[in-house]
């Protein structure tokens, strides 16, 4: 009896290892459930490939659906594909045409709306452990569970990977080459990258750093490294700050009070007292930037010398494992919480600002499965990838041009501080830049793949190939999912050309996506740019101007230049079409502007107030609804845009025709 059960047992745990070595198959892995892996997922499964998508935490949308409601881009003109899909679904929520700012739970509904409507596998809580690689192909690769997690160990196989993380995990255990880090100036011939002590987000001269003013001995106050300030542009090791950006309520109802977390320690805001002893409160928006969402909501970031950035406490994540990862993470999120309820309740703040701080709380209906705080710490940069080519400083200032582009950016060269130290006996935070004033630039599709030589079916739409300054206006929510339906594509490509993601053709990409730019059947808009010397006219004395628009340039003309730009929509499909042109925001625009719609047979005046416009997000314009046409077969469409009798400056930048029944 005791040998049948010994071998019953045997056998068991026999069965139950064949069980956990078992490989699934997939055309498509990929990991991250960030907005890049859902928007990859989703352009793969409606590609009719078999798609997995494996996500280490329980929620989808990374920093879309984790607090950034306040979108970072600069130039909408970059926004293509599903990317304005998902910010066109968001304005379909708000009943607007797009949305820019929102609230977390309404993009994840819709991450979720896009998982739901293809045939996606998600896999969540579980973590990449290894990768098993022949010459350069990945075979495939095995998943952990996450901490408190029971389930045994999963093998996946599949023909093309996607790395959609925001640290790189997948590409540095597949073998690629990556950089963590700041490049010396003089790697790729910059002036903006390594060691940068600049002026914003900077703490005012004259703080003393020690414990006891004036005593070295004394120990630095908390926050402060040890650290010595290198020359100007030396590369080092060190990461730009990550934080939270923080969703809180003033709705009563909706809102939760800011206790006093675990592990609070006033001493972590002494640094903070010392700034506002010379510089006094005056209320929230000295320490927050305090953006303001739907329905009485925030997302708060850092401002000034100190906020939210914990800065120089995450040096050593890119690299770390999943243990000190959690750790890093866990001190994030202490310090945070315990910043808001000090703000609320320190003495030393003073009783105006804490009461302004006490109308917030945590929002109820807000990260509900994780005690209403955000899940997703914002990783603003890990690991690089360094491939074919890297993108670098003198890609966004147009110094360079990538030939192969499978996306744009618009950002400023944008990286929050990296270390705060002392220089000249005072507390001073480092690295810190914020250097724009540049048009859109191309991303290069070599810039998302390996070296051929490292591996040949992988891309890396997020951690891809850049110096640090680069990274850090490329590094927006709406280019990363540009960059992974683009990646996507490719990965399809791939697989049915049997060829490796550096042999795609560029051009195919580019064909899938003008053929079906949002991969779900509807019909693309028509767009017509100022510059589309095809389908506008003019007449009178145009500017042509760079800065502020939608696109790379647009039209001006000033008080008294009189004249007309004419956007004629050729070859309309039948139908009825809402119209809209874009508004660049101008110093000394006009109070009101002038419209003329055509429908090949009827026109229609339209005037409106610049007054009544309401421009969203951290961009320079928005696009203003002219009204609806019935276009005719045959018949030539056209919008107007007049400065006869303006009494300011007008602009004549772009015109989007939308098909109504695309809207439903």
């Known amino acids: 009896m005791k040998t049948i059960c010994i071998y019953s047992l045997l056998c068991c745990f026999f069965c139950a290892s064949v069980m956990a070595q078992e490989v699934k198959n997939y055309d498509i892995c990929i990991y991250g459930g960030t907005s890049a892996g859902v928007i990859a997922a989703y352009t793969a499964s409606k590609a009719g490939k078999s798609v997995v998508l494996i996500e280490p935490g329980g929620r989808l949308g990374g920093m879309s659906s984790g607090g950034l409601g306040y979108t970072d881009i600069g130039n909408k003109y970059v926004v293509k594909g599903l990317a304005l899909d998902f910010y066109r679904k968001l304005g379909a929520h708000y009943d607007k045409f797009e949305q820019w700012i929102f609230e977390p739970k309404v993009a994840e509904a819709i991450f979720q709306e896009y998982i739901k409507n293809s045939n996606v596998t998600v896999l969540y809580h579980h973590q990449l452990t290894s990768v098993n690689k022949k010459g350069n192909t990945i075979q495939e690769i095995a998943l952990g569970p996450t901490k408190g997690q029971a389930d045994p160990d999963i093998h996946l196989k599949a023909k093309v990977y996607l790395d959609c993380t925001y640290e790189g995990d997948l590409m540095a255990k597949a073998g690629v080459s990556y950089h963590v880090g700041r490049e010396d100036n003089s790697v790729y011939g910059e002036t903006l990258n390594g060691v940068q002590l600049m002026t914003g987000h900077q703490i005012p001269d004259g703080i003393d750093p020690y414990q006891i003013p004036g005593d070295a001995t004394s120990g630095l106050l908390w926050g ?21 950006r923080i969703a809180l309520s003033n709705v009563p109802e909706n809102r939760l009070p800011i206790e006093k977390p675990a592990n ?68 994030h999120e202490e310090y945070t919480k315990g910043l808001l309820y000090f703000v609320g309740h320190d003495t030393s703040v003073p009783a105006a600002v804490r009461e302004e701080m006490l109308q917030w709380g945590y929002p109820k209906d807000e990260y509900v499965e994780n005690g ?141 996506l003008a053929k079906n730019p949002k991969a779900d059947g509807r019909n693309a808009d028509v767009f017509i740019d100022s510059q589309d010397d095809s389908s506008v006219t003019f007449e009178g004395k145009w500017n042509t101007e760079s800065s502020g628009g939608y696109g790379r340039h647009y039209l001006t003309a000033g008080k008294g230049d009189k004249g007309v730009v004419r956007f004629t929509a050729k070859d309309l499909r039948e139908g009825a079409y809402t119209i809209y042109s874009y508004y660049p925001k101008l110093k000394e625009g006009a109070s009101s502007l002038h419209f003329k719609l055509f429908n090949g047979t009827d026109w229609e005046e339209k005037k409106i107030a610049v007054s009544e416009i309401q421009i969203e997000g951290q961009t320079a314009g928005d696009w203003l609804q002219l009204g609806t046409i019935n276009a005719q077969v045959g018949k030539e469409a056209y919008v107007e845009i007049s400065n006869d009798e303006a009494d300011g400056v007008v602009a004549a930048n772009a015109v989007l025709f939308v098909p109504i029944d695309d809207q439903q």
Not at 292 to 314: A, E, H, Q, V
Not at 428 to 442: A, D, I, R, T, Y
Request: glycine residues 6%; aromatic residues 8%; hydrophobic residues 40%.
């Open 372 to 512: 209403h705080w955000s899940p997703q710490l914002y990783i603003r940069e890990a690991r690089r990838m360094q491939g074919a080519l890297v993108m670098t400083q003198h890609h966004c200032q147009g110094e360079e041009v990538a030939a192969d582009d499978i996306g744009y950016a618009a950002y400023t060269m944008d990286s929050h501080n990296c270390d705060r130290l002392v220089v000249n006996g005072m507390v001073k935070n480092e690295g810190n830049v914020e250097v724009g004033g540049f048009p859109p630039f191309p991303i290069a599709y070599r810039a998302i793949v390996p070296k051929k030589a490292e591996v040949g079916n992988l891309l890396v739409p997020v951690c891809l190939s850049a110096s640090h300054i680069a990274y850090g206006s490329i590094r927006m929510e709406p280019v990363f999912m540009v960059l992974a339906q683009s990646a996507a594509v490719a990965a399809c490509l791939a697989i049915d050309e049997a060829i490796p993601v550096q042999e795609v053709d560029v051009q195919e990409i580019k064909a899938v």
């Open 264 to 331: 609070y320690d006033p001493d972590k805001y002494a640094l903070l007292k010392r700034i506002k002893q010379k510089v006094p409160w005056k209320g929230l928006n000295d320490v927050f930037i305090w953006s303001l969402m739907p329905n009485g909501k925030t997302d708060i970031n850092n401002r000034n010398g100190f906020s939210t950035d914990m800065i120089g406490m995450n040096w050593d994540y890119p690299e770390a494992d999943y243990a000190r990862r959690r750790e890093i993470i866990q001190a």
């Open 224 to 244: 402060i490294t040890d650290s010595h300030l290198q020359a100007g542009g030396t590369g080092d090791q060190k990461v730009q700050a990550y934080n939270y």
